[in-house]
Every structure is written in structure tokens, then in C-alpha cells.
């Protein structure tokens, strides 16, 4: 039995197939294999291309180098190391999501100088100026940015009302942030440069407060649509008053001078009036008489009796009958008047004589 056994594993030892040995040829052929596979991985690792909007930095056993020429740059494989940065503009939101546009209150909502809340959105927009710094001196400096802006957002915003930041103040509000932005920047150096904030939209942060502030607004614009209103209508009405003052003005003046012209006429017939009365003072006096007494009584009639019988009636009636007859009954002397009546009629003819005298 035992013999048998021994005839088996000679029988399988002697069938077994031999493996085949490895021929120079084939060493040689692995070795090519590596070499060329060394090489290409030498080639291609020595080279890199920076573009136009791009810096890098050459690291060699550790030591970084800014690289800032573009084109086609060479470096030793598998000892230099090249990071490239990308210095384009480029930026980040605040208090909203950029892809949603969803509003992120941890970062929007702040609070103003008189003590209301409102939602602010800013976009900030940087570059990287130093690759080095930007690589080696922070981790994250994208995040020390943002973080710098929210803290100088939030303190320029508490020192505005929310009218300001509403309305009229945006322009101011995002210049003290910019400079005080930079200005920290500068401490920090991380090798990023800002390049500006802006105020995307600023609201209340709710309905309720919103309708009230658009209600506010609205009185504010209808306020400032009423001013300018009124000033139209000044302008409108303020030459047309200044017109009518204007001829006003002239028609005093003129009204002045006619009053003048006549003052100046009655000093000049009163002067020679007088000139007259220092001439003849007691003829001057008795004309002046009767020119009075003509005005105080112009229905008065004159009888002038001149001696003969023949009597004058001043002034003259009409020819008619009746008038002629009562004239006669009226002014006819009595028997026993007549001398009276002479006298008296002779009296009146000189000085009726003198009057026409004095006339003349």
C-alpha cells in the first residue's frame, strides 16, 4: 500500500506543469516601462501655465514665492509645488442667499439709532492682491472679510435712524462702512483687497412695520408734491403781483405828479391874484365879493335903476308874458318910494359901474 502511494505522487509529481522563467527580455521591457512612465510624469509636473487673471505661488521645501507673470513658467518635479489663485473680482452676499435670494436674519436684521429693526442686505465685493498672505497668513480669510463687514455694518448702522437707512442716507451709510472696512482690512492683512460694499435693499422686517413705512413714505412723497406745487404757483402768481404792484406804483407816481401840476397851478393863479391886490386892494377885494357871492347865490336877480325910470334885471328872463308882467308887478316903484327907490337904484347903478370897473 505504501508502495503504491509512492507510485501516485511520482506519477503527479512527474505530470505537474513547471512554471516558466522570466527572461531577460521581459526584465528589459519593465524597465523601459518605468523609465518612460517616470519621464512623462517628470514632464508634465515641470511645467505650468498661469493666465491672465491668475497669480501664483512656487513652493519650494516649503518656502512660498508670489509668481504674477503670466504664461508658460518651469519648476522641479516632485520638490516645487505651484498653487494658483484666482485675483479677479469677486464676492459674497450678506443677510441674503445669492442662489435663493431667501433673507438670512442672523445677518440682515440690525437695529437703528432710534431703536427699530430693519433688514438690510449688502453685497461685498473683494480681490486677492497677495497670493502668499492669502494662502499662508489665514486659513480662512474670505470668512475674517465677511466677519469684519458684518461688525462694521452693524456699528454703522446703530448710529443711523431708519429713515436715513430707508431713504436718503444709503450712499453716506455705505461710504463709513467701505472706509472702515479697509481701514481694519489693513490690520488683519490677509491679502485681500475690498473693492466695494453695496446696499442691495433695506426694509422692515415685517408686514406690518413695511405697510406703515410705505405709508410714510407715500406722505413724504405727497409732501414733496405739495411744496412743489406751491412753488409752481409762486412762480406762477409772484410776477404777476409784481406787475400789479408795478402799476400801482406808476399811477401814484402819475396821480402824484397831476397833483403836483395842479398845486403848482393854483400858486401861480394865487400869486398873480396877489400881484393884482397889491395893486388895487379895495377893487381886488369887491370882485373877489362878487365872485363869491355869484357862487353862494346864483339864482340872486340885480335890479339897476339908472335915474330915468329905466330898469335892468340881471340876469335877463325869457320873453314871455307872464314873466315880463310879474317882473313889472315885482320890481315896479310905489308913488311914495320913488325917491327912496332912485336913490337906492342909483346907489345900485354905481356900484354896479364899480363892479364892471373893477371887472375890467
Known amino acids: 500500500m505504501d508502495d503504491f502511494n509512492m507510485n501516485m505522487n511520482n506519477m503527479r509529481n512527474r505530470w505537474k506543469p513547471r512554471k516558466p522563467k522570466i527572461g531577460k527580455a521581459a526584465k528589459r521591457t519593465a524597465a523601459v516601462v518605468a523609465v518612460v512612465a517616470v519621464a512623462a510624469l517628470a514632464a508634465t509636473d515641470c511645467t505650468y501655465q498661469i493666465q491672465e487673471q491668475e497669480q501664483a505661488v512656487l513652493t519650494t521645501f516649503g518656502m512660498p514665492k508670489a509668481v504674477t507673470e503670466t504664461g508658460l513658467h518651469f519648476k522641479i518635479p516632485l520638490i516645487q509645488r505651484v498653487q494658483k489663485v484666482n485675483t479677479t473680482i469677486q464676492g459674497f452676499p450678506i443677510g441674503y442667499q445669492q442662489d435663493t435670494n431667501e433673507v438670512v436674519s442672523n445677518e440682515g436684521i440690525m437695529i437703528t439709532s432710534d431703536y427699530n429693526f430693519i433688514d438690510v442686505d449688502f453685497f461685498v465685493e473683494y480681490r486677492i492682491t497677495e497670493p502668499v498672505k492669502y494662502l499662508y497668513t489665514s486659513q480662512e480669510p474670505v470668512e475674517i472679510l465677511k466677519s469684519i463687514a458684518q461688525s462694521c455694518i452693524r456699528t454703522v448702522i446703530a448710529s443711523y435712524s431708519v429713515d436715513d437707512v430707508l431713504t436718503t442716507g444709503k450712499s453716506e451709510i455705505q461710504a463709513k462702512i467701505r472706509e472702515m472696512i479697509m481701514e481694519k482690512m489693513e490690520q488683519q492683512d490677509v491679502g485681500i483687497q475690498l473693492v466695494n460694499i453695496t446696499i442691495q435693499d433695506s426694509e422692515p422686517p415685517t408686514q406690518e412695520v413695511m405697510r406703515a413705512f410705505k405709508a410714510v413714505e407715500t406722505a413724504k412723497q405727497g409732501k414733496e408734491t405739495a411744496v412743489n406745487n ?7 402768481q409772484l410776477p ?9 406804483i406808476q399811477d401814484a407816481e402819475a396821480a402824484k405828479q397831476v397833483r403836483i401840476n395842479e398845486a403848482e397851478a393854483e400858486v401861480a393863479r394865487f400869486n398873480a391874484m396877489y400881484e393884482e391886490y397889491v395893486k388895487n386892494p379895495e377893487v381886488t377885494k369887491q370882485r373877489m365879493f362878487y365872485e363869491a357871492m355869484e357862487d353862494v347865490l346864483p339864482d340872486m336877480k340885480l335890479i339897476i335903476d339908472d335915474g ?7 340876469p335877463l328872463d325869457s320873453f314871455t308874458g307872464e314873466t315880463n308882467a310879474a317882473s313889472d308887478d315885482a320890481y315896479e316903484p310905489a308913488a311914495g318910494e320913488s325917491g327912496a327907490g332912485t336913490a337906492e337904484g342909483t346907489s345900485g347903478t354905481q356900484q354896479a359901474q364899480n363892479t364892471q370897473g373893477g371887472d375890467r
Open 240 to 248: 404777476q403781483a409784481e406787475a400789479q404792484a408795478d402799476q400801482i
Open 230 to 236: 406751491a412753488n409752481k404757483y409762486r412762480n406762477e
Open 308 to 314: 330915468t325910470g329905466t330898469q335892468k334885471v340881471l
